[in-house]
């Protein structure tokens, strides 16, 4: 078989791994987005480095965008396979792809505005516009294609070829894929070579997920990287400076804590964490917003799975029926109701998306409160370099350009790392050294990580005993 390494390599986003078959088989392996860059990155998604029509299908790790946000537009350029994944993946896709479809379509009417008053005689016949990648009549066309299955069930995708999803703690429906395909050795004997995709890997120990499981052993891996040279705070130490941080700005500084947060994954959690706190008494008796539509039903997804939660979770079910509910706590989805937030001057926070700070409610909600010296702004998982949520983090920087005005910094800017879904370097190498015999695996190659990261990450594989580690270029192919 052969592998091409088409996206998430050397950086974070756009995850896609071509695997093609002996027998001819074609099989990619997540559908990721290119994120973090605003419009320079349209490019990049619409350069896919294969055939949809050629593609035989697709095997999902997870619903993030970075790793599910193409597969609307490899469906409108004639994809017709199957897409494999976790029932909750599917649930979750159907969310967030329709998301991603009316941000695209609110980018590109922006850009296209923008290009109308920069070119005010354009040239005759001259395409200056861009249309979305897809829209959402094409998401509704790509749910059809979804085919799910559960945990730790071995089934068939070809006569040759075989998948089991392994929850990976990553994220609700996450799934290390380990695929089996039979096939020729370099002896010219056919066995079946085991190949294993971690996707994103989750948090040993996780508020909201269960620890990830162990998968079956492979031959050869492909392993994720974002946090390949970085250490987390534990979670206890995590609770404890987010209750500080909310004492300090809402209690001491009258002022309003905004949290730039992934709305799956990301805002379940920290949301659990401060029901947590509120149920213990130890909450500052403070307004608590969920400001985002997506988020909110996304929690709805999560609370249809409890069986996927952690341990810790289902406990607090006992005598707490809804673990991302509490009194001080409110929803909004009204957009009237977000932009009314912007002229509150009480204590309160404000959980929205982005994460990244790079669209959505929370962009403005900054834009709104940078200047308050009162606010904070809290930032809670991994940024792109590019994007806004990575800049307002920079030592030292007095003002930032956000809806194209310059605007002082005044509000704090804080980072707690401790609720990231990733696992840093030693719980990804505890998690990966318990599932495989590690001499038994042939090769290695490191994705999903800023170089820097990656790099690092692959000496600690080569410390653990891997063999040939190895960090992939884009558009690398390598026979297996």
């Known amino acids: 078989m052969k592998i091409q390494f088409l996206g998430a390599t050397r950086e974070v986003t756009g995850s896609k791994h071509l695997v093609t078959t002996d027998s001819g088989h074609t099989i990619l392996l997540d559908c990721g987005m290119y994120q973090g860059k605003g419009m320079e990155t349209e490019a990049a998604n619409r350069d896919l480095g294969f055939d949809p029509q050629k593609l035989d299908c ?6 993030h965008i970075d790793h599910s946000g193409l597969i609307p537009y490899i469906v409108k350029q004639g994809f017709k396979g199957d897409i494999f994944c976790t029932p909750a993946t599917r649930d979750l896709c159907a969310l967030m792809l329709t998301d ?3 941000i695209q379509e609110q980018d590109v009417r922006t850009y296209n505005k923008k290009i109308d008053r920069q070119n005010p005689h354009k040239e005759k016949g001259r395409k200056y516009k861009i249309e979305p990648l897809y829209n959402q009549q094409d998401v509704n066309k790509a749910m059809r294609h979804f085919v799910t299955y559960g945990y730790d069930r071995r089934f068939r995708l070809f006569d040759d070829v075989l998948l089991t999803f392994t929850n990976s703690g990553h994220m609700l429906g996450g799934a290390v894929c380990s695929l089996e395909i039979y096939e020729e050795d370099e002896t010219g004997r056919k066995r079946w070579k085991r190949l294993a995709y971690t996707g994103d890997i989750g948090r040993l120990h996780s508020h909201i997920l269960p620890s990830p499981q162990l998968f079956p052993q492979c031959d050869y891996l492909i392993c994720e990287s974002t946090y390949g040279d970085r250490l987390h705070e534990e979670q206890e130490v995590t609770e ?3 209750l500080g941080v909310v004492e300090d700005t809402c209690v001491y500084r009258k002022g309003q804590l905004l949290i730039p947060s992934f ?7 920290i949301v659990y964490v401060l029901n947590r706190l509120y149920n213990d008494g130890r909450l500052p008796h403070i307004p608590v917003y969920v400001d985002s539509p997506m988020s909110t ?3 709805q997804i999560f609370r249809m799975y409890p069986d996927e939660m952690s341990d810790e979770v289902r406990d607090t079910m006992q005598f707490d029926p ?3 509910g509490f009194n001080t706590l409110r929803y909004i989805t009204d957009i009237r109701e977000s932009k009314a937030l912007n002229h509150k001057d009480e204590p309160c926070i404000i959980i929205s998306a982005s994460g990244m700070l790079e669209a959505g409610r929370i962009k403005h909600h900054v834009a709104n409160h940078i200047s308050d010296p009162r606010c904070t702004i809290l930032i809670v998982g991994y940024c792109e370099p590019t994007t806004l949520g990575a800049r307002i983090q920079e030592p030292g920087l ?3 350009s956000i809806f194209g005005l310059d605007r002082r910094i005044k509000a704090q800017i ?5 609720f990231s879904g990733h696992g840093d370097y030693r719980e990804m190498m505890d998690y990966l050294t318990r599932s495989l015999q590690v001499e038994s695996v042939r090769r290695t190659f490191v994705v999903h990580g800023d170089l820097s990261a990656a790099l690092a990450y692959k000496d600690h594989l080569a410390e653990a005993g891997f063999r040939e580690v190895s960090v992939p270029e884009k558009g690398e192919t390598v026979t297996l």
């Open 263 to 269: 709305s799956v994954g990301r805002t379940q959690e």
């Open 322 to 324: 809804d673990p991302f």
């Open 398 to 400: 007095k003002w930032i």
């Open 297 to 299: 039903n996304a929690t």
């Open 240 to 242: 404890e400076q987010l």
């Open 58 to 63: 697709v095997v999902l790790s997870h619903a």
């Open 414 to 418: 804080t980072k707690i790392e401790g």
């Open 100 to 102: 991603t479809a009316f």
